[in-house]
Nanobody
Framework: QVQLVESGGGLVQPGGSLRLSCAGSANGFNFYAMGWYRQAPGKQRELVATAIPAGGTNYADSVKGRFTISRGNAQNTVYLEMNSLKPEDTAVYYC???????????WGQGTQVTVSS
């Protein structure tokens, strides 16, 4: 069973920065794509950024140039560096892992990010 634990959320002023971290408990994360999704109140969960083991990354248009996703050397951790935060970035952010061979998805419990003055 894959378990994902996020940390690093909080309250930040517009224009500020936060760094989210996610650690996976299982072995073999070099076979998983990992990423971040977010869900704002009253909205559907949406993709923020993903990173595959080979190093490729993908970003939602709304965060390009502001957010950076990266993976740790052990591949079982993923980070999201968020800069120039806007109020519309306020959401619960979820870490996700997808086993590439089967498409099975795993989710963390979520961490709240609030951007407000």
């Amino acid at each position: 069973q894959v378990q994902l634990v996020e940390s690093g959320g909080g309250l930040v002023q517009p224009g500020g920065s936060l760094r989210l971290s996610c650690a996976g408990s299982a072995n073999g994360f070099n076979f998983y794509a990992m990423g971040w999704y977010r869900q704002a109140p009253g909205k559907q969960r949406e993709l923020v950024a993903t990173a595959i083991p080979a190093g490729g990354t993908n970003y939602a248009d709304s965060v390009k140039g502001r957010f950076t996703i990266s993976r740790g050397n052990a591949q079982n951790t993923v980070y999201l560096e968020m800069n120039s935060l806007k109020p519309e970035d306020t959401a619960v952010y979820y870490c996700a892992a997808r086993l590439i061979s089967t498409g099975q998805n795993y989710w963390g419990q979520g961490t709240q990010v609030t951007v407000s003055s």
